[in-house]
């Protein structure tokens, strides 16, 4: 076999019919089977139209290694991560892209209790796939169709989450991936138990050929069609999910994108409210409105790097109760420290419904008092040249520095982030003041100069 480039550092991703073909999704299944040594294995997909022939290889392959296979059919990230767990299974694999154009698909993949797997067992994987040599056959292999695990992640949400949410009226985009048969699920749940939300679905039901533009509510230009239809319907927030809704984008009641540290803070805020003294973990990216947020509820603050595998081992080892990313990852040590796109409006819907305070002044507020850049990106040919040039220049005026990830500087009254893309050739770069938002303007303009030399 060619060297696998759908290998990223923590996922598969690549193109189809180059990258990634049915041909490739089985022996990275019979790999995976032989690395993780799992009896039993969680099996689900996106709704890509590649998906289910993916799968299908993706089961064939652990079969063939003599695996049972647990399969939830159409279902999010997050489901396999609560199934894996939940049945006790040896690991999961969930055939996805999440938010890459339609040429693309993937897999994510954990091992038992839905831990991330050790970089060594991925990297085995990788060796075996390429590797091309046969793999021993065993026996006992078999399907099962495990879709009804489906009631008992949305009971353990809605445990989780707690009662007391509403009267709100909520704008949910599915952006037609996996998203809406789940919501559908939760609702009635929520319902059941007391919640009061007045759910209007758009872009609702799955279909893989994206009939209205692949679902990455992170992406500026994809962002107005939620906003328009929160105004449009005099919601008190809106949702936007990414293609298998590990992760969620929040919109405040007057349309506008809720900034991704804004809803770590919120969700601080929220955790710590039930949980006085708790330690929250969060990325090193902007950082000034979740720490004042863990402060005020007595928590604390862990930074820790940027990525889904530093966040999880970090909540296992401080035993955190939250870790928030401003990429919109959210991970709940409720939910085996593993991250979701369903627990975070629930909470934010919480936090709104038990305080008095809506969406839009609690972001309000952020905003004016923690002002950010978002995250701007560069292309440079040598990246660590460019971060040794922007340190050399402002270092000497800064109070602090810090490497948890990248470079960051704290000059007092702005701070900026600047660190290298794990999954892309690039160089991000964030910067953020207290109450000024022209120190924000003026901070990215000098390091935008550094870096453009």
């Known amino acids: 076999m060619p060297p696998m480039s759908a290998f990223k550092a923590y996922d598969i991703r690549g193109r189809l019919g180059t990258d990634l073909t049915e041909t490739i999704a089985h022996r990275i299944a019979r790999a995976y089977a032989v690395v993780t040594g799992a009896d039993a294995v969680v099996l689900a997909r996106d709704c890509r139209e590649s998906s289910p022939g993916l799968a299908d290889a993706v089961a ?13 059919g159409l279902a999010g990230t997050e489901e396999m991560y609560f199934a894996t767990a939940h049945l006790g299974a040896g690991g999961g694999i969930c055939v996805t892209a999440s938010h890459n154009p339609r040429e693309y698909n993937g897999m994510k993949l954990v091992g038992r209790g839905a831990v991330p797997l050790p970089d060594a067992d991925f990297a085995r994987i990788r060796s075996l796939t390429e590797g091309g040599e046969a793999f021993a056959t065993a026996s006992g292999g078999l399907r099962e169709d495990r879709s009804a695990v489906r009631a008992d992640y949305v009971a353990h949400v809605a445990d ?3 009662q007391g949410i509403g009267p709100l009226r909520l704008v949910m985009n599915a952006g037609n991936g996996a998203a809406g048969p789940t919501l559908d699920a939760l609702a009635e749940g929520l319902a059941a138990r007391g919640a009061r939300l007045d759910l209007v679905r758009m872009h609702h039901a799955p279909d893989g050929s994206f009939p209205n533009g692949i679902p990455n509510p992170l992406l500026p230009e994809n962002r107005p069609v939620t906003a328009q239809a929160v105004t449009t319907a005099g919601a008190d927030f809106g949702v936007a999910f990414d293609g ?8 405040d009641g007057e349309g506008r994108f809720v900034d991704g540290e804004h809803v770590v803070a919120l969700l601080s805020a929220a955790h710590l409210v039930r949980e006085p003294g708790a330690t929250i973990i969060h990325d090193p990216r902007v950082i000034w409105a979740v720490q004042d947020a863990v402060r005020q509820g007595g928590g604390r603050s862990v930074l820790a790097p940027t990525g889904h595998v530093f966040l999880k081992a970090a909540m296992r080892r401080e035993g955190a109760v939250y870790g928030g990313e401003m990429s919109a990852h959210h991970y709940f040590r409720g939910f085996m420290a593993c991250d979701s796109g369903m627990i975070p409006w629930l909470m934010v819907a919480r936090l709104a419904s038990q305080s008095g305070r809506g969406l839009t002044e609690m972001v309000g507020a952020l905003r004016r008092d923690f002002p950010s850049s978002g995250e701007i990106n560069f292309r440079v040919t040598d990246l660590p040249l460019v971060v040794r040039r922007v340190e050399a220049e402002l270092a000497p005026a800064a109070r602090s520095t810090d490497r948890t990830d990248g470079l960051s500087l704290d000059f007092g009254d702005w701070r900026l982030n600047l660190r290298a893309s794990n999954t892309e ?18 901070g990215v ?6 870096i453009e030399g």
């Open 60 to 72: 064939a392959g652990l079969m063939a290694q003599g695996v049972r296979v647990l399969d939830l």
């Open 160 to 162: 989780l989450v707690g």
């Open 244 to 251: 298998d809704f590990d992760r969620c984008f929040l919109f």
């Open 425 to 442: 050739p690039l160089l991000r770069l964030n910067v953020e003041a207290r109450g000024d938002a022209g120190l924000v303007a003026e």
């Open 445 to 450: 303009a000098r390091v935008k100069a550094l």
